[in-house]
């Protein structure tokens, strides 16, 4: 499942990625924002989203939103087995994915255009993790640190 989230920064963003997920037959769920609330956090939606990809990471995505993609992509990274990445363009769509093996894709509403996201979330999806050794080594690292840091 895909879980999507933004707060009003991101919001337009994810409408219209909600509307490409829905053309691509992709399945997904939204949890907010629901409207264009001004006042809103982002931490609200992204620590929803994070949960949901945390309950199992390895079959779970999450796509964040917010005006710079930083707030998002921090929080999201709190949760245990959350890999989120703070993509631009579609270079480091995939870098995150086959070096990193991504699960959370945080996107800056303010910095790429629509069209630019459309492209991020479908190289993104497209791109299967990386299995190389020495990336699965380094995940293995960070998933040890999560075991120690997080009780």
């Given amino acids: ?31 907010g924002a629901e409207q264009l609330t001004p006042d809103d956090d982002y931490f609200d939606y992204a620590a929803t989203v994070a949960k949901k990809v945390a309950a199992q990471p ?24 959350v890999r989120a990445a703070l993509v631009w363009n579609t270079k480091e769509a995939i870098a995150s994915r086959t070096d990193d093996l991504t699960n959370v894709l945080s996107l ?26 020495r990336h699965v080594k380094r995940v293995q690292k960070i998933k040890n640190l999560e075991n120690t840091s997080y009780k």
């Fill in 58 to 81: 390895q079959n779970n995505l999450g796509i964040l939103m917010c005006r710079s993609g930083q707030g998002v992509n921090i929080v999201a990274n709190k949760f245990k087995g």
């Fill in 1 to 31: 499942m895909i879980y999507l989230g933004s707060d009003h920064g991101g919001f337009q963003l994810k409408e219209e990625i909600k509307k490409f997920l829905a053309e691509q037959d992709l399945p997904f769920e939204d949890f």
């Fill in 108 to 133: 800056p509403a303010d910095y790429i255009s629509v069209e630019e996201a459309k492209q991020i979330v479908k190289v993104w999806m497209e791109t299967p993790m990386g299995m190389e050794d």
